[in-house]
């Protein structure tokens, strides 16, 4: 007779609920305390309890840092954020890149509130930029959020001499960009480098002669949707 596979107990259940439940960003972290503190502050009052709960779990949700399995083959591009593809066309880098104003394909990624809001690099190579430039914080769906909002923009160096340019721009909500990417740091594509509060957008500009993949209206997965090939 057959014996049946022993399970770990609580250990097991523990194990599973990690593999389901995503770890939350630290920049996340205050957030979910300050709902907490206020359910804790509110114990006596049902009400106020609920209020902090609720805080504290939409932004857990919110800020939540799902893994990433990124491509292995060579030249890819993935994308660096959960969204919709709302705009692929060419356009000049940022300005304040120094990169001139050739336009370059570019990929634009909408991010709502419910989207996981963490960057990750969209290739690996080297930090050679990265510019913070002030400006409006309109609705990051409309065509004026490249130019006129918010941003920062990282360009990354790969092995090969490609330069991709990745531009978190700061939407309608969103009032604070973070980005851990310095000048000379080594990225690996997939690897999480920012993060934006709240809804937002990132631009992707690729080399001169790269074809991209995605369509517009498709929904990406950041760090395992390839948005392109590099020649």
């Given amino acids: 007779m057959a014996r049946r596979p022993r399970t770990e107990g609580p250990k097991h259940v523990v194990e599973l609920v990690r593999s389901t439940v995503p770890p939350v960003h630290p920049a996340g972290l205050p957030f979910v305390a300050a709902g907490l503190g206020v359910a804790l502050a509110g114990r006596k009052f049902r009400w106020l309890r609920r209020a902090g709960l609720l805080a504290a779990g939409a932004s857990a949700a919110f800020f939540r840092h799902p893994p990433r399995v990124p491509p292995s083959r060579p030249g890819a591009v993935v994308a660096p ?103 000379g740091d080594k990225l690996s594509i997939g690897d999480t480098y920012g993060l934006i509060r709240f809804g937002s957008r990132l631009d992707t500009y690729l080399p001169p002669g790269t074809e991209p993949l995605v369509e517009v209206g498709q929904r990406a997965v950041a760090g395992e949707t390839v948005l392109a090939e590099l020649p």
Avoid: W, Y
Avoid at 87 to 92: E, F, G, T
Avoid at 120 to 136: I, L, N, Y
């Fill in 81 to 183: 954020a959960d969204g919709v593809i709302c705009v692929i066309d060419a356009a000049a880098p940022p300005a304040e890149l120094g990169m001139g104003d050739a336009p370059l394909p570019r990929v634009s990624i909408f991010l709502s509130l419910l989207d996981a809001h963490v960057q990750r690099a969209p290739v690996s190579g080297e930090v050679v930029a990265a510019q913070h430039k002030p400006g409006r914080f309109g609705s990051a769906d409309l065509a004026a959020a490249s130019t006129e909002n918010e941003r920062t923009s990282l360009r990354i160096r790969t092995d090969a001499g490609a330069d991709i340019v990745a531009v978190q721009i700061a939407g309608l909500l969103a009032r604070r960009i973070v980005c851990d990417a310095h000048v």
